[in-house]
């Protein structure tokens, strides 16, 4: 049971690509450690490295995934079974995969990616990341054990909604029935929090805790330049 191993509450997503200023595992991992001393209930790291050192630094449940670009493709997030390996090698307890409708690299289909996962690695939780109200049926009935509103937004279909997608996650929370509901994707305020754990398990955040970069841009741009006393 996954409630078992994953307690409701904040999942903090500790990811810096190579062009971001804080890319390092021994960043990442003081980072997840920062997210548990506050009160996170889980920690989403991306590549083995970093999922190895944040294992080492927080006694937290990884959701873990792998981030790669394949030329036939347009999932990157955990897109093979080499980057489950990885995750898998590195210790996470839940696999994070892109469960969206899009074509897989090599034409597999998520059905087939799903089964094969399922039978090499039987003890992993699953966690299917979405975009849309179908998809996210189709996690739950496949059988994912947490269902994910990662990438509304983040698909050329799902492009034009505006974030956090409050009124999906509420549309989830009737349909998916087996899987618990997460929801994730620019959630900014306590208020946007809030009206999310309404209606899922848990929520995660990312960017607006551990990217202190688009952080600061936010409140640098939110500023009324007409208080600026510029000489």
Not at 34 to 61: F, M, Y
Not at 101 to 118: A, G, K, M, Q
Not at 198 to 215: D, E, F
Request: proline share 4%; with cysteine.
């Amino acid at each position: 049971m996954i409630k078992k191993l994953l307690k409701p509450g904040l999942i903090v997503s500790c990811q810096a690509l190579e062009d971001e200023p804080l890319h390092s595992t021994h960043i990442m991992a003081r980072m997840a450690y920062a997210a548990e001393l506050g009160g996170a209930v889980a920690i989403r790291a991306n590549s083995g490295k970093d999922i190895k050192a944040i294992k080492k630094k927080v006694k937290l449940p990884i959701i873990g995934l792998v981030k790669s670009c394949y030329p036939d493709s347009e999932i990157y997030i955990t897109p093979t079974m080499k980057e489950v390996k990885e995750i898998v090698k590195a210790g996470a307890e839940i696999i994070a995969i892109d469960a969206t409708n899009r074509v897989r690299p090599n034409s597999v289909t998520l059905d087939e990616f799903y089964h094969e996962i399922r039978s090499k690695y039987p003890d992993k939780y699953l966690m299917a990341d979405i975009s849309t109200l179908e998809e996210g049926k189709k996690a739950d009935e496949l059988g994912f054990d947490i269902v994910s509103t990662t990438l509304s937004g983040y698909t050329s279909y799902t492009r034009d909604v505006n974030l956090p997608n409050i009124s999906l996650v509420e549309e989830l929370s009737k349909v998916v029935k087996n899987a618990i509901l997460t929801a994730e994707g620019g959630i900014w305020t306590l208020e946007e929090l809030n009206q999310c754990i309404k209606h899922s398990y848990g929520v995660v955040i990312g960017s607006a805790i551990t990217r202190p970069q688009i952080s600061t841009k936010r409140y640098a741009d939110g500023i009324n330049k007409k208080y600026l006393k510029e000489e």
